[in-house]
């Protein structure tokens, strides 16, 4: 069984299109959170939800959009697509303050 | 803030080497520090987790430690093997922070050739 599992693994989409990932963990943690990964590979948080409240939003454009329907998911939708929000996406878990543990990702490409 | 540094960036050894790969951060006061691994095109496998009051923490053929009073941890790999190969990742969770706030280290890209 996958712990932490994100949808799509790929996806391909044109400028200004709307998208969304979804995101499940089955550990039972409390927390979850996004993280991108730009092309150099350097990983930057993007929000993270304990029990369902949004905990941390970064710096982040408000065409990106979280939603937690529960404790055990975590969504990520993103409007009016741009070439620079192509990156790898990943989804991670953790009890509060614990050890994370992430999803394979989600590999956004915006043409 | 936060910063944390990895170095060597790529580090190429031949299989059965012991090696040690090193993480330094700006800021002391952390809660934890955390030791992945990257194979290209995957998520990050949790390796070790070492909390702020830990020198050290081992699994199998990996042993990370902790000097906080320095602002380093170091990644010990014992009988490289070519499966070690992948990028490893160090991540930092200062004291007090907001939940998830993780400081990430760049990876050093470790090959391990037969």
């Known amino acids: 069984d996958t712990a932490v599992s994100q949808t799509p693994k790929y996806l391909v989409t044109q400028m200004g299109n709307d998208k969304s990932i979804k995101c499940e963990q089955n550990?039972?943690?409390?927390?979850m959170y996004w993280y991108k990964q730009d092309s150099k590979k350097f990983l930057k948080i993007m929000f993270s939800?304990?029990?369902?409240?949004?905990?941390i939003n970064e710096t982040v454009p408000n065409r990106f959009s979280p939603k937690s329907p529960d404790k055990a998911h975590l969504n990520l939708h993103i409007n009016s697509l741009e070439l620079g929000d192509s990156a790898v996406y990943f989804c991670?878990?953790?009890?509060?303050?614990?050890?994370?543990?992430f999803g394979e990702g989600s590999r956004l490409t915006v043409l | 803030k936060q910063e944390v540094t990895q170095i060597p960036a790529a580090l190429s050894v031949p299989e059965g080497e012991n090696l040690v790969l090193n993480c330094s951060f700006t800021d002391s006061a952390i809660y934890n520090l955390q030791w992945f691994r990257q194979d290209p095109g995957k998520g990050l496998t949790s390796l070790l987790l070492i909390q702020s009051s830990q020198r050290e923490q081992t699994s199998g053929r990996l042993n990370a430690s902790l000097d906080k009073s320095s602002g380093r941890s170091t990644l010990y790999i014992a009988a490289s093997q070519p499966g070690d190969s992948a990028t490893y990742l160090c991540a930092v969770r200062p004291r007090g922070s907001t939940l998830g706030r993780l400081y990430f280290g760049r990876g050093t890209q470790l090959t391990v050739w037969p």
């Open positions: 991670a878990s953790s009890f509060t303050d614990g050890e994370l543990f």
């Open positions: 550990l039972g943690h409390d927390t």
């Open positions: 939800y304990n029990n369902k409240e949004l905990i």
